[in-house]
């Protein structure tokens, strides 16, 4: 009896040891897949003041806009953002930016998260006096940082500096930053 008791108890032991083990996800094998979307005050210099000649304009555009980032892995991170600049307009002259791409996190230090990225797609431009409006391939080379306020919602600041290569006579660099503010999914 004695025996088969203290068996009966060692086969149980084992049996929930291994159930035990089942219940939790080693860190290391854990995903790490997060969604953070958020939207943004944008400030930037459109690089264009009429004429069709890149140069540097009066008035800097103000706007608003939306960005989603998607975390795979640790540093494999895709960024979305539209950003509608339509605000303090010199002769009607506005730009919209489409733009996704890679984007790279730096590190972590206490609560601020670094990033850099390189975002593809196109931007819209209105012309003065809308005579006319375009769509030109955009590309985004920037950076900025995190700032997490709580778990589910960061601060973000921003600045990207564009290039529309295959704009009329030339290449357009407009440039300016965001500040942001995201929420986590998950």
């Given at each position: 009896?004695?025996?088969?008791?203290?068996?009966l108890?060692?086969?149980?032991?084992?049996?929930?040891?291994l159930?035990a083990?089942?219940?939790?996800?080693?860190?290391?094998?854990?995903?790490?897949?997060?969604?953070n979307?958020g939207?943004?005050?944008?400030?930037?210099?459109?690089?264009?003041?009429?004429?069709?000649?890149?140069?540097?304009?009066?008035?800097?555009?103000?706007?608003?806009?939306t960005?989603?980032?998607?975390?795979?892995?640790?540093?494999?991170q895709?960024?979305?953002?539209?950003?509608?600049?339509?605000?303090?307009?010199?002769?009607?002259i506005?730009?919209?930016?489409?733009?996704?791409?890679?984007?790279?996190?730096?590190?972590?230090y206490?609560?601020?998260?670094?990033?850099g990225?390189?975002?593809?797609?196109?931007?819209?431009?209105?012309?003065?006096y809308?005579?006319?409006?375009?769509?030109?391939?955009?590309?985004?080379?920037?950076g900025?940082?995190?700032?997490?306020?709580?778990?589910?919602?960061?601060?973000?600041?921003n600045?990207e500096?564009?290039?529309?290569?295959?704009?009329?006579?030339?290449?357009?660099?407009?440039?300016?930053?965001?500040v942001?503010?995201?929420?986590?999914?998950?």
């Amino acid at each position: 009896m004695k025996r088969t008791a203290v068996s009966l108890i060692l086969c149980l032991l084992c049996a929930g040891a291994l159930l035990a083990r089942a219940q939790v996800v080693p860190s290391a094998y854990r995903q790490r897949f997060t969604l953070n979307v958020g939207g943004m005050g944008s400030v930037f210099q459109p690089d264009y003041a009429g004429n069709g000649i890149p140069q540097e304009a009066p008035n800097r555009l103000y706007g608003w806009g939306t960005y989603v980032d998607l975390g795979l892995r640790r540093w494999v991170q895709i960024e979305a953002e539209g950003r509608w600049l339509r605000e303090n307009r010199y002769l009607n002259i506005d730009e919209d930016n489409y733009l996704i791409g890679a984007r790279a996190p730096i590190g972590t230090y206490h609560r601020f998260k670094p990033y850099g990225k390189v975002l593809v797609g196109y931007g819209r431009m209105n012309f003065q006096y809308n005579y006319a409006y375009g769509r030109f391939l955009d590309v985004a080379l920037g950076g900025g940082t995190d700032y997490e306020l709580t778990r589910r919602i960061s601060a973000r600041v921003n600045f990207e500096y564009q290039l529309w290569p295959n704009w009329i006579d030339g290449t357009l660099k407009p440039y300016g930053g965001d500040v942001g503010i995201a929420y986590k999914i998950f």
